[in-house]
């Protein structure tokens, strides 16, 4: 069993399913786990306990209604590493 913050699920999800969908942002792992770390400090943790990567505590619907703050936040994010990533430039 482990104890882990179960906005890392939500969040990570919401950024795939967010930068999936916009074309215009870079996906590699660096800007990727920026915006993640940058979402996840202006958040509030929600401890969990899992045991080998399945949730044991419940989620309650209340917790869902997070989802929205977080979107916000990753939208905000985004704009950060966009206009400032910290990836290697490739061309
Ligand atoms: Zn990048």
């Known amino acids: 069993m482990e104890i882990k913050n179960y906005m890392e699920f939500v969040v990570q999800e919401a950024v795939e399913r967010i930068?999936?969908?916009?074309?215009?942002?870079?996906?590699?792992?660096?800007?990727?786990?920026?915006?993640?770390?940058?979402?996840?400090?202006?958040?509030?943790?929600?401890?969990?306990?899992?045991?080998?990567?399945?949730?044991?505590?419940?989620?309650?619907?209340t917790e869902i209604q997070f989802q929205v703050d977080v979107i916000r936040e990753i939208v905000v994010a985004v704009e950060i590493v966009r206009m400032k990533p910290r990836h290697q430039k490739q061309e």
């Open 19 to 61: 930068l999936e969908g916009r074309k215009d942002l870079c996906k590699c792992d660096q800007c990727k786990m920026d915006i993640m770390a940058l979402v996840l400090n202006r958040v509030p943790p929600r401890y969990i306990v899992t045991n080998k990567g399945r949730i044991m505590t419940k989620i309650s619907e």
